[in-house]
């Protein structure tokens, strides 16, 4: 298994707080850049946020800028986190973790500049 797994999803109240875990499989490679992304229902998916392996470049749309914040467990991206706070109905979607081997990113909002992809989990707001 190549594929990055997400964990952490599940049914949250409006204003409340999650945090998804990304977990990428051991001895299979080491991502530069790891991403969230996340697909709402009926829309396309878009760019959350975006972490290299030292945590020094860090990405965040400007949906989420503020109430979101990504970190990692490690200089290996291991385990990528993305804690979620204020969480509105509007934020109910599938959440994917994204990770990729290149060093540099022409554009960190595009699916395009990932190579591994995981399965997705599922966040639900409810008003």
């Known amino acids: 298994q190549v594929q990055p797994v997400e964990s952490g999803g599940g049914l949250v109240q409006a204003g409340g707080s999650l945090r998804l875990s990304c977990t990428t499989p051991e001895h299979a490679y080491i991502p530069y850049f790891m991403a969230w992304f996340r697909q709402p229902p009926g829309k396309e998916r878009e760019f959350l946020s975006a972490i290299n392996s030292d945590g020094r470049t860090v990405y965040y749309s400007r949906s989420v800028k503020g109430r979101f914040t990504i970190s990692s467990a490690d200089t290996k991206n291991s385990v990528v986190y993305l804690q979620m706070n204020n969480l509105q109905p509007d934020d109910t979607a599938v959440y994917y973790c994204?990770?990729?081997?290149?060093?540099?990113?022409?554009?960190?909002?595009?699916?395009?500049?990932?190579?591994?992809w995981g399965q997705g989990t599922q966040v639900t707001v409810s008003s």
């Open positions: 994204a990770a990729t081997l290149s060093r540099s990113l022409a554009d960190e909002r595009r699916e395009s500049s990932y190579d591994y």
